[in-house]
């Protein structure tokens, strides 16, 4: 038939057609370079210093550690450029890949532009296909380039599970904040609430010399020694791993940096946006001096926020659950028991409301700024739309005040189940 | 101008010209009334005595010889009461003297004083000489007290009645039902002063015995297969259905190779227009020769360019039976391993014999996999290649820079490894097949091991596309039916080359394109995607998963069968204890 002749041929045709548009935006994964973070400086002789890691190809062979000459699964590249994009027309210059940010770990800021405002970035990053909306971000104490060049994954394989796996944290130590890229940039914008960002810079110190607390926020919070969240980023005594530390976070206003906190309240952040998994904690020890006592602390409910406006002030009612496992008591009291378990609890209870309204002290007085977003819970209070823009809970937020529930119970002793002092041959006591 | 009409008649639908296709209706009267008439006509006399079991095997048989009888009928008897002008008959039918296999024993049957010249004809080879020497030479030769009446309708009684021993001894008014006899392991005996010659079973056909299946591997299950010989066939599947009401109708096929095939079906549960179809299609088959069904079921299927096979063929009688008690028909060819059975749907292409016989989490599970196998046969390649063309931001960073540094070295784009591999891998599977047994396995070891680690290592593919590659293969043979495995390797190649072109919108458009595809087609008037599109009553519980099988209440609605129940809503009487076992099974058949 002539007519299933012509349809062949026109069937043919119809094929060919997008067979010749075909592929025009196809691209081979190994013709490109795939950017596994990015660092912004403000340039010397630009707006921008742009560092960026492109992950290397594994060498083909046993996979193991990447590249040869340095060691480094990445080659690092810096340019200074006005803006994002043109830098990375820059680097292509000489990169003979394509370069490409779809698999892009982390972005960091130097808070030397953090504290300018990151406006600009943000929303060429948020209007960019290629940025993912859930990568976290950084703020360097220093410079972007001076802590993605500490990043030496010793512990990993790769460099981009380490961005992946270090982020992370937070779920398991509670001292750097959870921030992704996608809340970070709504937060910046919103009328209710204030983004963070995680603290990093390079470690200063280089050997077990080196080592002193003078940076530490110890004093600050009334204690004899450090814990291990009363640091800012770099300061921690710590030396091997990665040169490059996170601990902390970055408060922001709008897009504009306003201020740091050091790990401990960084933990209490998490506890307040209800995004704290669990973490070791010290408490002092209720009934003996100088002792503490080492809990698991796991957080077993949301923590529920109840926002009143009393004349034109917020009023911001705050209650947690919490429960924690004994990890070990130095005074070996026996907190496992009835009487003296309830007497632990109340004092950890006592003692994270202490350290609650401290946190949120600062964000009042200090930064002003609602980085719990507070005011997400505010908006409820408000009938139309108009009447909560015309409040402007943002510099409202500086004359909050708070009262605090903690609820805490201790549920595991551990393998533990009595604890005893130990016994030696002078039938004195040892701790732990 | 014309060409304007010409493109306006490409573009715009059109009624199609075609004549209605066959569909199964639920409502069979209208189409098997005609049919069941003329079986009416034919068999009347026999509906009487089919109620007994014991005596069903031989009344089928002779209902058969009454059905070609009746088939044949327009063909005037021809056979002639003169021997030698019979005899001249067969020589030239037969081509003697140029034939060299045909045997012609002429023979005297000697009465009292007279004698009687006869002649018995048979191929050598496909009969067995033992019977006739015992059941038909030696009582007509030595049986020397016969007493022969003058009427020559009488000889022909007692010949029948009384002398040959022979248990299927036929009689044939035309020459043409002796050569047919002959031609399928018959001898034809003709006697002098008769018109009509006998024709007796003794066929013994060099061939293979019963043995497992080859290529429809079981563990649990019957391990018997179908041979290439049509009545053992036929045997194989009664033995295993023992169902007053099975049926096994005749039928011939091919002008000149004469090739003997029976259709089967469950008579009272098997749709009449279903059974009419099947009989019209075979009927209406011209061609000389005809060997095999791979080749039957190309001239009975619906759709010649669907990819997939519309037809079910199986070398499992078990398989076959258990199809013919959901009601569908199954076709058996003389000189043949494979049973065809139709009609199918997409599902039963999926399943395999031994599912029926796990327990149903275990089939369960295979489904599962295999319906895996399928998506991985299908579309693996396609995905692997739209993904590191067109969606690098899909996969986790690990992978994406494993695959980079894999294809590092290799200096061909991803389509042209892709495909290079492909059709490697096609080349090992057939030349697995056609090199000569012993050889087989060494070939498939240097073809996947030597050949995929030699290609990898000379930098020609990346080690990751090997395994795609290979997975994609065990996929494709994970798939049960081996036509249908073909179809999936063919539409493979269809996908990569969409997938090359524009990634999962590519292949987005393919499955689209494949799922108007399958759900136009039709295999014996059932929509071959049944009962998923489209959706038929529920309550039938074999679709995609499986039920246990005391839930398996109701055959495939699709089927429209006679009887819409396997068996009734409790099954197991035995959980309510107050129920005697005993009771009639009868009311449970009656769903």
Not at chain 2, 393 to 409: G, N, W
């Amino acid at each position: 038939m002539a007519r299933g002749k012509l349809l062949v041929i026109f069937l043919m045709l119809a094929i060919i057609c997008p067979v010749m548009t075909s592929c025009f935006d196809a691209k081979e994964v190994d013709d490109m370079g795939f950017v596994i973070a990015l660092g912004l400086d403000k340039g010397k002789t630009n707006a921008l210093r742009m560092t960026l890691q492109i992950a290397k190809p594994m060498a083909g062979d046993n996979g193991g550690g990447g590249g040869k000459d340095d060691g480094l699964p990445y080659a690092q590249f810096s340019v200074e450029a006005p803006s994002i994009y043109s830098g990375l027309n820059m680097i292509n210059t000489s990169a003979s890949k394509q370069i490409s940010l779809t698999h892009i770990k982390v972005v960091v800021f130097s808070s030397e532009l953090a504290r300018e405002g990151l406006g600009p970035y943000l929303h060429a990053m948020v209007r960019g296909r290629e940025f993912r909306p859930n990568m976290p971000i950084v703020v360097a104490r220093n410079t972007a380039e001076e802590y993605l060049e500490s990043v030496d994954p010793k512990l990993v394989v790769n460099a981009t599970k380490y961005y992946e796996l270090v982020y992370q944290s937070y779920k398991y130590t509670g001292l750097i904040p959870k921030v992704e890229f996608h809340d970070f940039y709504l937060s910046s914008e919103s009328l209710c609430k204030n983004p963070v960002a995680i603290l990093g810079n390079t470690a200063k110190f280089q050997s077990v010399d080196e080592f002193d607390l003078k940076d530490s926020t110890y004093l600050e919070h009334g204690r004899s020694s450090p814990f291990e969240g009363d640091f800012y980023a770099g300061d921690i005594p710590a030396l091997g791993g990665s040169r490059s530390e996170n601990i902390g976070l970055a408060v922001f206003d709008g897009d504009r940096m306003v201020g740091e906190l050091d790990g401990t309240n960084t933990t209490f952040h998490l506890l307040c946006t209800g995004d704290f998994v669990h973490s070791y904690w010290n408490v002092p020890d209720p009934l003996s001096e100088g002792h503490y006592v080492l809990l698991d602390i796991k957080q077993s409910r949301k923590p529920r926020h109840h926002v009143e406006i009393v004349e034109g002030k917020p009023v911001i009612h705050l209650t947690f659950n919490l429960e924690g496992d004994l990890l070990s008591v130095q005074s070996t009291i026996d907190y496992e028991a009835g009487d003296n378990s309830m007497i632990l609890e109340s004092a950890v209870e006592s003692y994270i409301i202490d350290q609650l309204l401290q946190y949120l002290d600062k964000t009042v007085n200090e930064f002003q700024s609602d980085i719990c977003g507070f005011g997400t819970h505010a908006r409820g209070l408000f009938t139309t739309w108009a009447e909560w823009e015309a409040y402007q809970w943002k510099s409202k937020y500086k004359d909050a005040t708070f009262t605090v529930d903690v609820n805490f119970k201790v549920r595991r002793p551990g393998l533990i189940l009595r604890s005893k002092s130990s016994v030696t041959s002078e039938s004195g006591s040892d701790t732990q | 101008m014309d060409i304007k009409k010409r493109i306006k008649n490409l573009l715009f639908f059109h009624e199609p010209q075609m004549e209605k296709p066959f569909i199964l209706k639920e409502d069979s009267s209208s189409d098997g009334r005609d049919n069941s008439d003329i079986e009416k006509n034919k068999e009347g006399s026999r509906k009487k005595k089919n109620e007994d079991l014991l005596l069903l095997k031989k009344l089928e048989k002779i209902k058969l010889t009454d059905k070609k009888e009746g088939s044949d009928k327009e063909e005037k008897p021809d056979i002639s009461k003169q021997l030698s002008e019979n005899k001249r008959v067969i020589e030239e039918r037969f081509s003697i003297p140029l034939n060299g296999d045909l045997i012609i024993r002429k023979f005297d049957i000697t009465v009292k004083d007279s004698v009687i010249a006869a002649f018995l004809i048979f191929f050598d080879g496909l009969v067995d000489t033992k019977v006739i020497n015992d059941d038909i030479l030696q009582p007509l030769m030595l049986l020397s007290n016969l007493d022969i009446k003058s009427d020559g309708e009488n000889i022909l009684n007692y010949i029948r009645s009384h002398i040959l021993p022979h248990n299927q001894l036929k009689e044939a008014r035309t020459h043409q039902e002796v050569i047919d006899e002959v031609y399928f392991g018959g001898c034809g005996l003709y006697i002098d002063g008769l018109d009509t010659a006998f024709t007796a079973d003794v066929k013994e056909f060099p061939g293979r015995s019963v043995e497992r299946p080859n290529n429809e591997l079981v563990i649990r299950g019957p391990q018997e297969g179908f041979t290439e010989s049509l009545r053992s066939n036929t045997g194989l599947i009664r033995k295993r259905l023992m169902d007053q009401k099975l049926i096994t109708e005749n039928i011939i096929i091919g002008r000149r190779s004469r090739t003997p095939c029976s259709i089967m079906y469950v008579k009272d549960i098997a749709n009449d227009s279903l059974v009419a179809e099947v009989r019209r299609r075979l009927k209406s088959i011209e061609v000389d020769h005809i060997m095999d069904t791979g080749e039957l079921e190309q001239f009975i299927e619906d759709d010649p360019s669907l990819p997939t096979p519309q037809v079910m063929a199986t070398e499992r009688p078990d398989r076959v039976c258990s199809m013919l008690t959901e009601g569908r028909v199954a076709i058996v060819m003389h000189g043949s391993p494979f049973v065809l059975v139709v009609p199918v749907t997409s599902n039963d292409i999926m399943y395999s014999a031994e599912d029926q016989y796990l327990r149903f989490p275990y089939s369960n599970l295979l489904r599962i996999i295999r319906i895996l196998a399928l998506l991985m046969s299908l579309l693996l390649p396609a995905i692997f290649l739209a993904i590191t063309n067109y969606h690098h931001e899909m996969i986790p960073t690990d992978l994406l820079l494993a695959i980079l540094s894999a294809r590092e070295k290799v200096p061909f784009p991803s389509v042209v490894e892709v495909f290079l591999m492909e059709i490697s891998f096609e080349l090992i599977r057939e030349a697995g097949i056609r090199i000569p047994g012993p050889i087989g396995p060494t070939l498939g070891i240097i073809g996947a091991l030597i050949l995929g680690q030699a290609a990898v290592e000379a930098n020609i593919v990346s080690p990751i596309l090997i395994i795609v590659v290979a997975v994609t293969g065990l996929g494709s043979f994970a798939i049960p039916n081996f036509s249908a495995g073909f179809a999936f390797r063919i539409l493979r190649f269809g996908f990569i080359i969409l997938s090359a072109i524009s990634g999962f919108l590519g292949i987005t458009v393919g499955l689209v394109l494949m799922g108007l595809w399958m759900v136009n087609a039709k295999s014996f008037g059932v929509p071959f995607v049944s009962p998923v599109a489209p959706r038929t009553s529920g309550g039938f519980s074999d679709a995609v998963l499986k039920s246990p099988v005391w839930k398996q209440e109701k055959r495939p609605d699709y089927m429209n069968a006679k009887k819409g129940r396997k068996q009734p809503h409790i099954s197991r009487r035995w959980i309510n204890r107050d129920v005697d076992s005993n009771k009639s099974d009868s009311e449970d058949n009656n769903g």
